[in-house]
């Protein structure tokens, strides 16, 4: 199962979903049906299979962490990309009020690319086209997707707690030229998961899956391979 980032849909998961739908069923859900991480994870449980490989980007990750944390006994195993076990602090729940005004005042675009800066993509040829493909998914779901889904970071729960108590096998899969969520800190999410495993995948940034998907195949096969723990 698949989690996109804010403002994507499955297109982002697009060479995964080649890749991998040959032999396995994969599902990429999504990821605005609440205004908080917990109505969310609802939406998605009743229609999910008994028991599930979860693999989440940005706040697919937090929606990851909460499912898992709902149910941890349907979670096979988690991979968490570009995210972060860390409630907004009140400082950066207020500064997101400004990207609600922007989206509805007209500006969905610039408000999309305040969330998610192109700057926080590698350099390199397909740079410009990612960027581009972002905004088409984005006005695609429309600012009132944009809307739930800031409100949904603003509200989110710490899930630290939830991490340390993780018994699956997990990765914390980033880029390393992530400049929204460094690499840095991923190690410190990685650290927090007992046998957590750390990928960082080079000349990538935020949305590795589409800017070194090969690198990240590679990681998910691993990953998907790696043997279950004991609870």
């Not at 980032?5 to 999504?30: H, K, N, T, W, Y």
Request: glycine share 6%; charged share 25%.
């Amino acid at each position: 199962m698949l989690l996109p980032e804010a403002m994507c849909d499955a297109r982002l998961f697009g060479p995964q979903i080649a890749e991998f739908s040959r032999e396995r069923m994969v599902v990429a859900a999504p990821v605005h049906l609440g205004e908080r991480i917990e109505e969310v994870a609802s939406s998605l449980l009743d229609g999910l299979p008994r028991r599930f490989a979860l693999a989440g980007m940005g706040l697919g990750g937090m929606v990851a962490m909460e499912l898992q944390r709902r149910a941890p006994d349907r979670v096979l195993r988690i991979m968490l990309m570009g995210s972060s076990p860390l409630a907004d602090t009140p400082q950066q729940a207020a500064e997101r009020d400004t990207l609600i005004i922007k989206a509805r005042a007209g500006r969905l675009s610039d408000a999309v690319d305040a969330l998610l800066p192109p700057d926080s993509l590698a350099p390199g040829p397909y740079r410009a086209e990612i960027q581009a493909l972002v905004q088409e998914m984005a006005a695609g779901l429309g600012p009132e997707v944009f809307v739930r889904q800031v409100r949904a970071l603003q509200k989110r729960r710490d899930q630290q707690a939830a991490m340390r108590k993780l018994r699956v096998p997990a990765t914390v899969l980033c880029g390393a030229e992530d400049t929204l969520h460094p690499v840095k800190r991923q190690e410190v999410t990685a650290e927090l998961i007992p046998g957590g495993v750390l990928r960082v995948i080079d000349e990538a940034g935020h949305l590795p899956v589409l800017e070194a998907p090969e690198a990240v195949n590679e990681a998910l096969h691993e990953w998907l391979a790696t043997p279950m723990l004991l609870r």
